[in-house]
């Protein structure tokens, strides 16, 4: 069973950094897609970002570029989204998903939830 | 960037009708579009994928169709569970991957 966990979502203040991670089980992790997308308060999705199966390619949203980076560890089965330079409008849950091959969707983690206010 | 419109926002529907979700893609994405279902404080689930593929363990009841820039979610027949918010979203030509803004099916 494909499981993903997240973890590391809190209480920040505006401009502080926050690191998420995503613990993968059940598949292959290091053949897949991973993605992080968002969800505001009240909100509908928000794609953030998408790193391939190897790790080699990366790709944001203008909201999050160049404030955001998206990893992976192989090793450790893990995904991460470095975050930096938080914004209130950053405020939402965070999700991991993994690619069903091609970039859809097929398993979620439960969400984290990140805050920024002061 | 290709923007996804899901219409109507919200759709009330009683319990064993049948309801019809639209969305629309601004340009053409050819039939690469996925469908999600998310109940409240739930992550969402994937339900379609390339247009019409039923994902593992989706119902029967749950179809999609369309091609280019519509596309559709049908559902034949609602259960109770199906009550939540529907996303489309495409994945043919990005970045971004891009998400419709939603709809909601609520009991009428």
């Known amino acids: 069973e494909v499981q993903l966990v997240e973890s590391g979502g809190g209480l920040v203040q505006p401009g502080g950094s926050l690191r998420l991670s995503c613990a993968a089980s059940g598949f292959t992790f290091k053949a897949y897609g991973l993605i992080w997308v968002r969800q505001a308060p009240g909100k509908g999705l928000e794609w953030l970002s998408t790193i391939s199966f190897s790790g080699s390619s990366t790709y944001y949203a203008d909201s999050v570029k160049g404030r955001f980076t998206i990893s992976k560890d192989n090793s450790k089965n893990t995904l991460f989204l470095q975050m930096s330079s938080l914004r209130v409008q950053d405020t939402a849950v965070y999700y991991c998903?993994?690619?069903?091959?091609?970039?859809?969707?097929?398993?979620w983690g439960q969400g984290t939830l990140v805050t920024v206010s002061s | 960037e290709i923007v996804m419109t899901q219409s109507p926002a919200t759709l009330s529907v009683s319990p064993g009708e049948g309801a019809t979700l639209s969305c629309r893609a601004s340009?053409?994405?050819?039939?690469?579009v996925a469908w999600y279902q998310q109940k409240p404080g739930q992550a969402p689930r994937l339900l379609i994928y390339g247009t019409s593929t039923r994902a593992t363990g989706i119902p029967a009841r749950f179809s999609g169709s369309g091609s280019g820039t519509e596309f559709t979610l049908t559902i034949s027949s609602l259960q109770s569970e199906d009550f939540a918010v529907y996303y489309c979203?495409?994945?043919?030509?990005?970045?971004?991957?891009?998400f419709g803004g939603g709809t909601k099916v609520e009991i009428k």
């Open positions: 340009h053409s994405v050819s039939s690469d």
């Open positions: 979203q495409q994945y043919h030509n990005w970045p971004p991957l891009t």
């Open positions: 998903a993994k690619s069903g091959g091609r970039y859809f969707f097929d398993s």
